[in-house]
């Protein structure tokens, strides 16, 4: 799960980098996703919609099993 994890990762990945942010995988428990946003997206008052609409969104897409993301 972890490979898929990342793998999907590495296509939001520019799109944040873009932006002047980025994202980093911190763990993987019973099907939550946890990751750490940095960069712009660190303060960005829209980093929880990014998270939500974006990063989730293609997460759950791309990776069976998983339940939700969460911003740490």
């Known amino acids: 799960m972890k490979e898929l994890v990342e793998k999907a990762l590495e296509k ?6 873009r932006d002047g942010g980025d994202i980093e995988l911190v763990e993987i428990t019973d099907g ?13 008052p829209m980093s929880q919609m990014t998270l939500k609409q974006g990063v989730e969104r ?9 339940k939700e993301v969460q911003a740490v």
Do not use: D, F, H, S
């Open 12 to 17: 939001i990945r520019p799109l944040l980098q």
């Open 32 to 44: 939550i996703v946890k990751v750490r946003l940095t960069g712009a997206c660190k303060g960005c």
């Open 58 to 66: 293609m997460l759950l897409k791309e990776v069976p099993g998983l």
